[in-house]
């Protein structure tokens, strides 16, 4: 794919400084070649010396680099921000939305236009996916389960089984509890690979709106996540945890079981959070603490 620098300009409605060249693919600056693309999100002599260095690229920078710099740049207010629009918009491929022969699809499943699933997902009855949603290989959607508009469901995800849930008969014998509610997710929701989100015990399982969970997360029975929350690899978040808006969870976070953790909340690398977390607070530590 290759556009011109001006058309990259146009579409961030801004100024294009220094020649109108072709850009053949984006580019880190350290592997960056003739028609690349590049950004630099603080500036630094060294960087600005490193972009010197390259003939015919163009890069987003910050206003700080504006006068220094002899190669194609634009300035923009959030270099990796505009990057990832950029590298979008004019070197991705759209999905074409396919349905792989080897997909299994269960009665009445209730799918939006333009769905894509791959390779060995299956999708259990009563299932409903939303427009535009891709659902990749060996996924796994429970029965009941909703998705909606425009999310994207990694490969090996398994969304909708039970919950680890069981109440002890003596000290031998456990009795598993049946599990009736749903997951439901809503739009623009991502779940990352090997993620696994149980269906609720007797209320549903929610992730709101526009909130993205990496690879390897596990969520039990019974959570509600609110919207744009960014919960990153390898975190656990254990049955009936309710989690605010745009809150932020690190790799290898553990939440007990009840937790309330409140909008706009940060839980640092690693930490283990056993109590009440408050809005706009930052936890990190085992047992978590507040961060000052």
């Given at each position: 794919m290759t556009t011109k620098a001006s058309d990259i300009a146009a579409f961030l409605a801004l100024t294009l400084h220094g020649p109108d060249i072709a850009i053949n693919a984006p580019s880190s600056l350290r592997s960056a070649s003739m028609g690349s693309l590049v950004f630099a999100?603080?500036?630094?002599?060294?960087?600005?010396?490193?972009?010197?260095?390259?003939?015919?690229?163009?890069?987003?920078v910050g206003e700080e680099f504006r006068g220094t710099l002899q190669c194609s740049y634009i300035i923009v207010e959030n270099p990796r921000l505009a990057f990832a629009k950029v590298a979008k918009q004019f070197f991705v491929s759209p999905l074409t939305p396919r349905i792989a022969?080897?997909?299994?699809?269960?009665?009445?499943?209730?799918?939006?236009?333009?769905?894509?699933?791959?390779?060995?997902?299956?999708?259990?009855?009563?299932?409903?996916i939303g427009d535009d949603t891709e659902l990749r290989n060996h996924v796994i959607i429970s029965a009941g389960t909703q998705i909606g508009d425009r999310c994207l469901i990694k490969s090996h995800a398994i969304l909708g089984e039970e919950g680890f849930g069981f109440e002890s008969e003596t000290e031998s014998v456990r009795v598993r509890i049946p599990h009736f509610g749903r997951v439901l997710i809503e739009d623009d929701v991502e779940i990352g690979s090997g993620t696994i989100i149980a269906r609720g015990t007797l209320d549903d399982t929610v992730i709101g709106e526009n909130t993205k969970i990496d690879d390897q997360v596990y969520i039990a029975h019974n959570v509600q996540i609110g919207p744009s929350t960014m919960i990153i690899a390898q975190a656990s978040i254990t049955g009936s945890v309710k989690i605010g808006r745009q809150c932020w969870i690190g790799p290898n976070v553990s939440?007990?079981?009840?937790?309330?953790?409140?909008?706009?909340?940060?839980?640092?690398?690693?930490?283990?959070?056993?109590?009440?977390?408050?809005?706009?607070?930052?936890?990190?530590?085992?047992?978590?603490?507040?961060?000052?």
């Open positions: 999100n603080t500036y630094s002599d060294a960087t600005r010396d490193a972009l010197e260095g390259f003939e015919s690229i163009c890069a987003l022969s080897t997909a299994i699809i269960g009665q009445n499943v209730t799918m939006g236009n333009r769905v894509s699933i791959g390779e060995f997902t299956v999708v259990n009855d009563n299932a409903v939440i007990r079981d009840g937790i309330i953790k409140g909008d706009y909340s940060f839980v640092g690398v690693g930490a283990v959070v056993v109590k009440l977390v408050l809005a706009n607070y930052t936890v990190a530590g085992n047992p978590a603490k507040v961060f000052e």
